[in-house]
């Protein structure tokens, strides 16, 4: 996009429409896009939106994508921003602009041509990528659970194996219905539980050559001396009991050498043989990050200041997973990549702009750990709730912090949103679920 002509308003690019980034170009939308007080433009290479911490129950199957996915096209139009639909190549800081590369569809054809887009304030929000670290065979036999296709085609693997299972005449393998997960962070965890639930919902749908507690094995993996790693060592004891309940098999100090067609090969020689297998260790940030003449930290993550700003370039914030901020009071560490970092980034953003085009000076951002809580199924949940909000832990388990990690979606459906829209679109799930499947079955 070239510059347009006759305009003197300030130009702001938040480049991915993650949960951070659409929060924050939504709020700078209504805040200064209707009003005409500033061009704000997204830059996003997906057509729609879906909250990340959900892609474990995309994959099991206990959300559908049609419900919780939103257009960004009609988002922009509602909130007074510009869509620009690909993705970001590359920067130019002298002319300050941002390189989009040209977008085609399956069959090769050009939808939209490589662009210059310009801008006076550039946020980067491109969030993460799993981080393989060099394991031979991931690219090739994993799937790794990070964007909504990975997650619907590893649904869609599972249900024809339960189909193909459920169909043939000769016995099942000993392996056949077992489903290995290499990680054993929130997003591992989550899944493993969420798959129990799902995989015994799905054979009671007349799968009868199918026995779950005798087909069915769920491995987690993890190199960690024990699960949930980054998180207190309480919820990590709680999540592990609650897993062998469910009888997930859990192996800890194993780290994995390779990913085999149908198995994962760890570093002492032990082969757990399974289907399908989900990569859901480490992370790291988009790889051009590196390339943008900014400093960088060894998980390419942007480096930025308490005002979340490149100490290279004033004019350019990061925030989200690909941004490496210092934790104040917590020597040496970064914040975690939460969902709830990048919440408060956003609403942190989203003022900071808005002073920095009035030529006010910035105060610095400071991380508030609300805590944590893992997901363990439809009626249980684990976790801390407030952190150091108040100085100590509350410890939550049950049905009340199932109730506490649902809200953590609504808080991020009112900034898109706003009340009633939220209130209206809960009320129609709520109805719609009771005449479909718990589980998606396609």
Not at 51 to 65: F, I, M, R, S
Not at 134 to 157: C, K, M, N, W, Y
Not at 205 to 224: G, T, V
Not at 261 to 290: H, Q
Request: proline fraction near 5%.
């Amino acid at each position: 996009m070239s510059k347009s002509a006759g305009s003197t308003l300030p130009k702001i690019v938040v480049v991915g429409g993650g949960a951070g980034g659409l929060e924050l170009v939504t709020r700078l939308g209504n805040a200064l896009g209707r009003k005409g007080r500033a061009e704000v433009t997204l830059i996003e290479r997906g057509r729609t939106h879906f909250w990340k911490p959900h892609l474990h129950e995309l994959a099991a199957g206990t959300v559908d994508l049609d419900v919780h996915e939103l257009d960004y096209l009609a988002q922009s139009h509602w909130h007074g921003f510009r869509y620009r639909f690909g993705e970001m190549v590359g920067l130019d800081r002298t002319a300050r602009q941002v390189l989009v590369g040209p977008v085609h569809d399956e069959n090769g054809e050009r939808i939209v041509p490589a662009r210059r887009i310009d801008y006076d304030i550039l946020v980067l929000a491109v969030g993460s990528r799993i981080n393989d670290f060099g394991t031979p065979g991931v690219t090739e036999h994993a799937i790794a659970l990070e964007s909504t296709q990975e997650a619907d085609r590893f649904h869609r693997r599972l249900i024809n194996a339960f189909l193909r299972a459920h169909a043939q005449t000769e016995p099942l393998r000993p392996d056949q219905l077992n489903v290995a997960i290499v990680g054993a962070g929130a997003t591992g965890v989550e899944l493993s539980a969420e798959l129990h639930n799902a995989t015994r919902e799905l054979v009671s749908f007349s799968l009868d050559n199918i026995d779950p507690d005798k087909h069915i094995r769920l491995h987690l993996i993890e190199a960690s001396p024990r699960i949930l790693p980054a998180l207190p060592e309480r919820i990590s004891a709680a999540a592990a009991k609650l897993l062998h309940e469910l009888e997930v098999e859990v192996h800890t100090n194993a780290r994995v050498a390779e990913v085999l067609p149908r198995a994962v090969k760890l570093a002492d020689g032990t082969v757990i043989a399974a289907e399908m297998v989900v990569w859901a260790a480490g992370v790291k940030a988009p790889g051009f990050l590196c390339e943008l003449g900014l400093q960088v930290n060894a998980v390419n993550q942007i480096v930025v200041d308490t005002m979340l700003r490149s100490p290279d370039d004033p004019r350019i914030f990061a925030l989200g997973d690909c941004a490496a901020a210092a934790w104040a009071g917590q020597p040496g560490r970064n914040v975690p990549p939460r969902a709830q970092a990048a919440h408060q980034q956003a609403n942190y953003l989203a003022k900071a702009i808005r002073r920095t085009l009035a030529g006010k000076p910035l105060k610095p951002w400071r991380y508030r750990d609300f805590g944590s809580l893992v997901s363990l199924g439809e009626y249980t949940t684990v976790g801390n709730l407030m952190g150091n909000f108040v100085g100590g832990n509350l410890w939550l388990e049950g049905l009340f912090a199932r109730w506490m990690y649902m809200s953590l979606y609504k808080l991020h459906e009112l900034a898109l949103h706003g009340f009633w829209k939220t209130s209206l679109t809960t009320l129609g799930r709520m109805i719609a679920a009771q005449t479909e499947p718990r589980v998606k079955l396609h």
